[in-house]
């Protein structure tokens, strides 16, 4: 087979389309229009976008494509929330999730296939880091939730925040996340406002410094323990980028971005970060800083040591971070009858879907799974 050599037009921001258009001897603004039809309109055929050339549109089609990864599974919860597994490599799949509230719907999508970091607490830590994913898996993730979702029937847009919290690092994929970051943000591609596409991170200082400097997304950081001493047991990259230093470079983004604050999230496991004196510890430690604390309950996955916190603990830690001084809110529980909830991406719900899929084989006549 001939090795497919057209552009896959998700992989570009803005400035990379217009040098592709310029390329293939148009004007600058056939990017927009292009950017429109693929964003606003989620369409992946030339053929359809009809103010552009039919002859631009031909050659289009010779050179470049709009690829997106394999949807294996769609799911719906009871509450709303929408839960889509898709095929990034054969065989390997990233998760990705849409949350509906009041007013909003949230996508959280995945950045990398695995991750690195090594967390304790999180499903994904297990698997390791596969690969970094392409700037066109990042957005095709957009793009496929924008097809489902696109507008509510009263014209307002579904998807209105986009987060990095699914799978993977993304600061550590940076060469990709940026560009993605910047379509969702680019008013001919999602056109969402800097305050709702969010960089979640475990705490990779460099790349924040960077990042401070050069795009203009939310930020929020896994801090999880208010002391070195625990951090560097729940979250590794502690070791390397303590906490002076990862709050730090928070107040310098801050300041750089001229943002309001970062949020700091804080996994609540029962006996180990969840007791009163980390939630005095890590109020001395935000206090008076631009900072929220959203404190999300463990999310348990099989093999881990870890438990979720009673509602109590829970209750009485956000009290206490309040009575500190800083802002804190508990992050509600979404989307538990199909295991969509924040770090439960793919590990048990990979096995789940292959078992699922091995009983759809081998109910089909001849495979046997
Ligand atoms: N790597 C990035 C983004 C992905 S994780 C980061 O660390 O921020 C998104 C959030 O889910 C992080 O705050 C992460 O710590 C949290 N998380 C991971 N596993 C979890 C679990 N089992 N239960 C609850 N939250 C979890």
Redesign the pocket.
Same mark, same amino acid.
């Given at each position: 087979m001939e090795p497919d050599k057209r552009t896959n037009l998700l992989d570009l921001n803005r400035a990379g389309m217009e040098s592709f258009v310029v390329g293939m001897g148009e004007k600058p603004f056939r990017a927009r229009q292009l950017m429109k039809w693929i964003y606003r309109r989620a369409t992946g055929d030339f053929e359809a976008m009809t103010d552009l050339g039919k002859d631009f549109r031909r050659r289009l089609a010779d050179t470049a494509k709009i690829s997106v990864p394999d949807v294996l599974i769609s799911q719906n919860s009871s509450d709303g929330t929408r839960k889509w597994l898709l095929r990034v490599d054969s065989g390997q799949a990233i998760e990705m999730v849409f949350i509906p509230e009041p007013g909003r719907g949230t996508l959280c999508i995945s @950045?990398q296939l695995g991750?690195a %970091?090594d967390?304790t607490?999180? @499903?994904?830590a297990q698997q390791g880091l596969n690969r970094n994913l392409s700037t066109a898996e990042i957005l095709g993730q957009v793009w496929l939730a924008n097809r489902e979702l696109g507008y509510s029937p009263d014209g307002n847009r579904v998807i209105t925040n986009v987060v990095? %919290?699914?799978?993977?690092?993304?600061l550590a994929n940076y060469r990709n996340v940026v560009p993605a970051a910047e379509v969702m943000m680019d008013d001919f591609g999602l056109d969402l406002s800097r305050r709702r596409v969010t960089v @979640?991170?475990?705490g990779l200082v460099p790349q924040m410094r960077r990042i401070a400097e050069e795009t203009n997304v939310a930020l929020? +950081? @896994?801090l999880?323990a208010p002391n070195d001493e625990l951090r560097n047991v729940l +979250?590794p990259i502690n070791r390397r980028h303590p906490i002076k230093d990862l709050l730090d470079a928070c107040w310098h983004y801050v300041d750089r971005q001229n943002a309001r604050s970062v949020t700091f999230?804080y +996994?609540l496991l029962d006996g180990v970060n969840d007791q009163s004196r980390h939630a005095r510890e890590l109020a001395t430690l935000l206090r008076g800083k631009p900072a929220k604390v959203n404190l999300?309950?463990?999310?348990?996955?099989p093999g881990?040591q870890y438990r979720r916190s009673a509602e109590v603990a829970i209750d009485r830690f956000r009290d206490l971070v309040i009575k500190g001084g800083v802002v804190a809110t508990v992050r509600r529980t979404r989307g538990d009858d199909i295991d969509a909830?924040?770090?439960?991406l793919v590990g048990r719900v990979a096995d789940r879907t292959a078992a699922r899929l091995g009983e759809r084989l081998s109910a089909m006549p001849g495979v046997h799974g």
């Open positions: @950045s991750c %970091m967390c607490f999180c @499903s994904t990095f %919290m699914g799978m993977g690092e993304p @979640s991170t475990s929020a +950081v @896994s999880h +979250v999230e +996994v999300i309950p463990f999310n348990p996955f881990t909830a924040c770090g439960q």
